[in-house]
Nanobody, 124 residues
Framework: QLQASGGGLVQAGDSLRLSCAASGRTFRGYTVGWFRQAPGKEREFVAAVRWNDRTTSYTESVKGRFTIFRDNVKNTVYLQMGSLKPEDTAVYYC???????????????????WGRGTQVTVSS
């Protein structure tokens, strides 16, 4: 079971860190991704990391602003978000699955386990 947390209401330019923790399992061997869905829009890929080799992938709009990383001790994946913009406003979801090949990290249908979302609201 995945638990996403850390969302909130911030101003443009602020930073926020989201956390994705797994209960009852380790992330070893998994790819963990963050996705977001804004009102009236489809769910979109944000970032992902492969636990074993730390390979990462980002959507273009967050490159240089967001960083995804893992904490092996806490068995948690973080999404550090900086220079937030109003267009980053969305519900953010973490997801995880084994066996995702590199070229499919951005594809939400590849992820079998999803957590509840956490709301991020960026005011202008």
């Amino acid at each position: 079971q995945l638990q996403a947390s850390g969302g909130g209401l911030v101003q443009a330019g602020d930073s926020l860190r989201l956390s994705c923790a797994a209960s009852g399992r380790t992330f070893r061997g998994y790819t963990v991704g963050w996705f977001r869905q804004a009102p009236g829009k489809e769910r979109e890929f944000v970032a992902a990391v492969r636990w074993n080799d730390r390979t990462t992938s980002y959507t273009e709009s967050v490159k240089g602003r967001f960083t995804i990383f893992r904490d092996n001790v806490k068995n948690t994946v973080y999404l550090q978000m900086g220079s937030l913009k109003p267009e980053d406003t969305a519900v953010y979801y973490c997801a995880a699955s084994q066996g995702i090949i590199l070229s499919s990290m951005r594809n939400p249908t590849q992820y079998r386990n999803w957590g509840r979302g956490t709301q991020v609201t960026v005011s202008s």
